[in-house]
C-alpha cells in the first residue's frame, strides 16, 4: 500500500482546502518545491500534485510550480487540476510528471479519456470526486446527474486502469475516509484505485489496507500530514513502503 502526500496548489502556494471549498483554505507553505522536497526526503514513495487554479478555471495556472516540483524531485509525480485538452497532457508528460489525472473532461469529453489511454496507457488516471454518490467537476463545484459508480464504469470501458477516488465531504476534515465507498467502486470496477479524502489516522491507513486485497493502492494523504496527526515517516516504516520501479 502506498502512501502519497498531496500537494495543492493556488495562487503559488501550497494549500488545503475543507470539502473543496475556497472559502476554508488554509495555507501550509509558500514554497511548494520546498515542500516537495520534503516529503522526498521523508521517504515519500509519490506525490499527488493538483493545480486548484486549474481546477477551478479549466486549465493549469501554476505551471511553473509544477515544473519546479518535477525538476526538484526524482521520485514519479502524478499530477491533476483543469486539465482538458490532448497538448496540456502531452506538456505534462514532456515535464517530466509520471502520470496525468483527468477530471471533469471525463464527464464533458470522454473521447479524450479515451483517446489519452490508447496514447499513454497507465500514465492516465481519472479522478472521480464524489459528492452524495455523485460526481462533481469544475473543481467540485458543479454536481453532475451522474454516480460516481456509473462513471468509473465508463471510464473502464474507455481502457482506464487506475481511479483516484475521493469523496468530498471527507475531504480536508478528518474524519476519516469513506470505506464503504471506496470498497464498493473496487469491487464493482476491478480497478486499480487510490483513495483520498479524510485519512486523518494510522487507524484509517490501516483499515485502507485491509482494502488492498480489492485493488486500493494507495492512499492520498493530505491535511493530516500538514497538521502532524501522521507522521510521513512512521506511517511509511509500519507500511514498509518503496517506490515503484515502475512509475506509470
Not at 487554479?53 to 509544477?66: R, V, Y
Request: glycine residues 10%.
Amino acid at each position: 500500500m502506498l502512501i502519497i502526500p498531496a500537494i495543492d496548489l493556488r495562487a503559488g502556494k501550497c494549500v488545503r482546502l475543507v470539502e473543496g471549498r475556497l472559502d476554508r483554505e488554509t495555507v501550509y507553505s509558500d514554497d511548494p518545491v520546498a515542500m516537495a522536497r520534503l516529503w522526498e526526503a521523508m521517504g515519500a514513495p509519490w506525490l499527488h500534485v493538483v493545480d486548484l487554479d486549474g481546477a477551478f478555471t479549466g486549465s493549469p495556472k501554476n505551471w511553473e510550480i509544477i515544473r519546479g516540483i518535477l525538476g526538484a524531485v526524482r521520485i514519479p509525480v502524478q499530477v491533476g487540476g483543469g486539465i482538458r485538452e490532448m497538448a496540456v497532457i502531452e506538456k505534462l508528460l514532456e515535464m517530466g510528471a509520471s502520470r496525468v489525472i483527468l477530471g471533469t473532461v471525463a464527464i464533458i469529453n470522454p473521447g479524450l479519456v479515451a483517446e489519452a489511454c490508447a496514447r499513454y496507457g497507465e500514465c492516465i488516471v481519472v479522478g472521480i470526486d464524489a459528492k452524495n454518490g455523485k460526481v462533481a467537476i469544475e473543481g467540485w463545484g458543479v454536481t453532475a446527474e451522474k454516480k460516481a459508480l456509473d462513471l468509473a464504469l465508463e471510464m473502464k470501458d474507455l481502457g482506464v486502469k487506475r481511479l483516484v477516488f475521493t469523496d468530498i465531504w471527507r475531504d480536508g476534515t478528518l474524519k476519516g475516509p469513506n470505506l464503504a465507498a471506496i470498497e464498493e467502486v473496487a469491487r464493482v470496477t476491478n480497478l486499480k484505485i487510490i483513495a483520498s479524502g479524510g485519512v486523518s489516522s494510522l487507524h484509517d491507513l490501516h483499515q485502507l489496507k485491509a482494502l488492498e486485497p480489492l485493488g486500493v493502492e494507495a492512499i492520498i494523504v493530505g491535511k493530516a500530514l500538514y497538521t502532524g496527526a501522521i507522521n510521513l515517516q512512521e506511517a511509511l516504516t509500519l507500511f514498509k513502503e518503496k517506490a515503484e520501479e515502475k512509475v506509470c
